[in-house]
């Protein structure tokens, strides 16, 4: 078990160049033959149940007012609200387990401020959902931590822009504090504040637990009436045409049956470009590694907040008594051949590639250097050409509506964007101002022009932390 410290040592002996790793850049993300070679997963399976030939865990319905297809944090929240909603002849369809694909490995932080009061309103409510409602509901704990969080500012711009977001945050009753590097310090102790302007500290940001909060999601959309089928594969969508040519969701069809439906949702993540084809509708995302390591036991970090480093591009996450630190790297790798066998599988860590992060949280929480990491964890996870999710009703085909691309923020936005696609299903329009996510936001050129999706796709998560300054679409917080 190697030290944090000594492993950015080795790693940036080996590649030493005249620039600071963080500042070189690389064309391996857009290398054919490097990004295939990565793209085969370590089957570092958590579960070995052959969960599709075990047949689906109920009879599948002769027909529904809507199918939900995918098991994950969008597809829980979906069908929860439909069925929240009144909807409740409603099934949610999942190829393996819930929380299968990529949910169940999400780091699952909620940071309740964005620049856009539309994404300030949707994880309010997610933040409502999983910290209150759920709860008073069932009566189950989602595993809900409100541990806050904390914003890093290395420079005077990063730290106006956090003020402008604590200014947006009091019209929403958020409470937040920009806080000088010795208030820091008082908050943080293992923090390294001789390089910082300032932070921005909201103490009711929080971390959400995967398993929990899908698994008491579809308990409370059941007790509702809606139906929650695992271990049934949708094998095809059936699309009709209607008396002027339009065309139509039919039906859903699965090894097990077919259920008649005029509504899909597709929810399916780094799949559901395939899911799209089967009705003929184009999904312009891409898979891509996303990763954090887990780091052995630190003395004085329990009940500290999260921290989001934007300048050095890293986030470090409570996790109990340890931390788990990720990013966005500069040159991500992509998911070539994305396989429908993948189920609670994870990728071998490119640490070429990772190590950028470590560099930049040894910096901030300098007890990190002589700390061990305990395991990686890198999994897939689906990107969109402006660091938006893709959500409402397709152009191609009539009832077939999108829930995914969430860029790794399904879990945050989840709740927010659950109501509102529900509310677009049985309204025909979503509640909030949804432009930003609608799929019809891109001209038909585009949805299904691959190079641009990879590289543009590439150039958002690479900029996701950057400050969004006009004209650059597609940065984030």
């Not at 947006?168 to 958020?174: A, D, E, N, T």
């Not at 002027?244 to 008649?260: F, L, P």
Request: charged share 20%; aromatic share 8%; glycine share 10%.
């Amino acid at each position: 078990m190697g030290f944090l410290g000594s492993a950015v040592r080795r790693v940036f002996s080996a590649v030493r160049s005249p620039l600071s790793p963080l500042c070189r850049t690389s064309t391996r993300s857009y290398s054919s033959e490097l990004t295939k070679e990565k793209s085969v997963p370590y089957e570092k399976t958590l579960k070995q149940e052959d969960g599709a030939s075990s047949g689906p865990t109920k009879p599948l319905p002769r027909s529904a007012d809507a199918v939900v297809i995918g098991g994950g944090s969008l597809g829980c929240q979906t069908i929860y609200h439909l069925a929240k909603m009144g909807m409740t002849n409603v099934v949610l369809l999942e190829r393996d387990r819930l929380t299968a694909g990529t949910t169940w490995h999400t780091a699952g932080l909620l940071w309740q401020l964005r620049p856009s009061d539309v994404e300030v309103e949707l994880l309010a409510h997610t933040r409502n959902v999983i910290s209150k409602d759920l709860e008073e509901e069932t009566g189950l704990h989602t595993g809900w931590i409100q541990n806050g969080g904390l914003f890093i500012a290395s420079n005077k711009q990063r730290l106006d822009e956090y003020k402008r977001l604590m200014s947006l945050g009091k019209v929403y009753g958020i409470e937040s504090h920009v806080l000088s590097p010795a208030e820091t310090k008082d908050l943080y102790p293992l923090m390294n504040v001789d390089d910082l302007y300032g932070t921005l500290y909201v103490p009711k940001d929080g971390t959400m637990d995967p398993a929990g909060t899908c698994t008491t999601l579809t308990r409370a959309a059941t007790a509702r009436g809606a139906t929650v089928i695992e271990n049934c594969p949708v094998t095809g969508i059936q699309v009709r045409a209607d008396d002027i040519g339009v065309k139509r969701v039919k039906a859903v069809e699965t090894q097990h049956g077919t259920i008649e439906t005029p509504c899909v949702v597709n929810c399916a993540g780094v799949w559901a470009t395939k899911l799209g084809e089967m009705a003929g509708v184009k999904v312009p995302l891409i898979a891509m590694h996303h990763a954090y390591v887990v780091t052995e036991r630190i003395e004085g970090i329990q009940n500290m907040p999260n921290v989001r480093d934007h300048d050095a591009s890293v986030y470090l996450r409570l996790q109990g008594d340890a931390l788990s630190v990720g990013g966005y790297e500069r040159n991500p790798i992509f998911w070539d051949e994305v396989s429908d066998k993948f189920a609670f599988s994870l990728f071998d860590l490119d640490w070429d590639v990772f190590m950028q992060h470590i560099e930049g949280a040894v910096n901030r929480v300098p007890a990190l250097e002589q700390t061990g990491i305990k395991s990686t964890v890198c999994g897939p996870e689906s990107f969109t050409a402006d660091h938006k999710p893709l959500m409402g009703e397709a152009p191609e085909v009539r009832g077939f509506f999108l829930g995914c691309g969430f860029n790794s923020a399904g879990m945050m936005l989840g709740g927010g964007c659950g109501r509102e696609l529900a509310h677009w299903i049985i309204h025909g329009r979503p509640e909030k101002d949804m432009y930003g996510y609608d799929i019809r936001r891109f001209h038909n050129s585009l949805t299904d022009n691959k190079r641009w999706i990879r590289e543009r796709s590439h150039e958002s998560y690479a900029k996701n932390y950057s400050l969004p300054l006009p004209p650059e679409p597609g940065t984030n917080f």
